[in-house]
């Protein structure tokens, strides 16, 4: 059923309580209705059911532990019968795995007994703020978009819009240039926290001696360099989002760090001893398998089943092909019109060459090809192949930056061996960043080291990125 009316609580929404403990529902109920809510409370999950055949609610709030059964089978039930309803649970405290349960199962929310009522306010107003339920989502603030008519972009278009009504955590998987970031942001705006921050954040583009003062602050006087009292990441996404690119860079110290803040919703500053409110949804995005790290002992399991509550692939452009044509088109619409100039059409021996290319960078590699074909044009009325330039790379290719065959040079007369090294090194480097159109994390793959070991062989090869 789709609601036609947005939820909101100065129009006296209704909201279903249900607990079989007679003191935690007239807390519950005292404190909705100082909201100025109606509140139905309810003792079991039949009651509940029966409630819910017979009226029109906005909220239902639930505890995890009832008479009859498992606030899970209600989770449920809403889920299936009434998907536009959402549904927080009440949880023991500590229960992390029920959090979890209820959050895959569909709940919006989730609160902690002893139930601290700040945080149930907030709960219920965000709940509350919910928009209209859609049958699909592709537009976000600013214009962004999720182009496309593909059956692949079809499945992401429609859990972005269930992932939009949760503040469950998701980790949005793909390939570098894939627009991962892009479903992160489109989630954030289409939610409940959409009038609140969205703060993204590179985890391999911070070393990891500044990583936790960068995500959650330090005081003054923490560390040489520490003049004054600074806020981090998570404490300017409160009330928001917080979108950790690249996760799978994050140190292991660090891992331990961000598990707690998620638990707690509270972060410590580096030098205090005081905790604070940190409130931020979670979503992560990274190319690499979090799965294949954890088992390589480099990820903290714990971390990912609370990172991975919901896991959205966004497919390679690859297997998007007949969306091709609309993209380019639209980029080439919005660059030409950032240039003042009018749009040109790509003529059908550019349009069957694009359809035909693999795109390694995805959307991003697109993009950019775009963008220097406009600047190659002279105005041109129509894009030809001489101006796409697309540079295959061959399977092999992928795996070893040098072409098969090849021998490195010997070294020059009188040249010593660490700079012969370094000289091929770099040499390597700017290969493998040169095929991927100066995408590090993809040059990485190339090269089969992590990110943050290519960031730093460029910056102790005075390597500079050309993107910057």
Do not use: W
């Not at 007239?26 to 039949?46: C, F, R």
């Not at 009859?68 to 959402?86: K, N, W």
């Not at 182009?147 to 859990?159: H, I, T």
């Not at 930056?401 to 090194?425: K, V």
Request: charged share 25%; hydrophobic share 40%; net charge negative.
């Amino acid at each position: 059923m789709k609601r036609t009316e947005r939820r909101n609580p100065a129009r006296n929404a209704q909201v279903l309580v249900v607990d079989d403990e007679p003191d935690i529902r007239e807390l519950l109920e005292l404190t909705l209705t100082k909201m100025g809510l109606g509140v139905q409370a309810v003792g079991s999950i039949a009651e509940a059911k029966e409630r819910l055949k017979a009226e029109h609610y906005d909220l239902c709030l639930t505890d995890m532990r009832l008479g009859d059964g498992e606030g899970l089978e209600l989770v449920r039930h809403i889920a299936a019968s009434t998907a536009d309803l959402p549904v927080a649970v009440i949880t023991a405290f500590g229960s992390t795995e029920n959090a979890v349960a209820a959050l895959k199962a569909g709940a919006f929310d989730y609160v902690s007994k002893p139930v601290g009522l700040e945080q149930l306010r907030a709960l219920v107003k965000s709940a509350l703020s919910l928009p209209d339920r859609t049958d699909g989502m592709d537009k976000g603030a600013g214009g962004r978009q999720l182009l496309g008519v593909s059956a692949p972009l079809a499945q992401v278009r429609e859990l972005l819009a269930k992932l939009a009504r949760t503040q469950a955590p998701v980790h949005v998987s793909g390939e570098s240039g894939s627009g991962k970031e892009l479903a992160a942001r489109l989630i954030h705006e289409n939610g409940a926290r959409r009038a609140q921050p969205f703060v993204p954040v590179n985890c391999g583009a911070i070393p990891e001696t500044l990583m936790e003062s960068e995500l959650f602050g330090y005081r003054k006087g923490a560390f040489t360099g520490a003049n004054e009292d600074r806020d981090g990441f998570f404490q300017a996404a409160h009330g928001g989002t917080l979108f950790l690119d690249e996760v799978a860079e994050l140190p292991l110290h660090t891992q331990v760090l961000l598990l707690r803040a998620i638990q707690e919703r509270r972060v410590r500053k580096v030098g205090s001893t005081q905790e604070e409110p940190a409130d931020a949804r979670i979503i992560c995005a990274t190319n690499q398998s979090l799965a294949g790290m954890v088992e390589a002992g480099r990820f903290r399991r714990d971390l990912y089943y609370r990172l991975n509550v919901v896991e959205l692939t966004m497919p390679p452009l690859r297997e998007c092909r007949e969306d091709i044509p609309l993209i380019a088109g639209h980029i080439l619409q919005r660059l030409a019109a950032q240039n003042g100039v009018p749009a040109p059409r790509l003529s059908e021996k550019a349009l069957a060459e694009l359809m035909a290319y693999d795109f390694p960078g995805n959307v991003r590699e697109l993009e950019n090809i775009m963008e220097r074909a406009l600047a190659l044009s002279g105005q041109a009325q129509e894009l030809g192949p001489e101006e796409l330039a697309l540079h295959r790379i061959a399977p092999d290719e992928e795996a070893e930056p040098a072409e098969a065959g090849a021998q490195s040079p010997p070294p020059a007369s009188g040249e010593a061996l660490p700079t012969y090294l370094d000289r091929l090194e770099r040499e390597a480097i700017l290969q493998a960043l040169g095929k991927t159109d100066f995408n590090r994390t993809a040059a990485a793959r190339i090269l089969g080291i992590t990110f943050r070991q290519l960031r730093y062989r460029m910056q102790r090869l005075g390597i500079k990125d050309e993107n910057r």
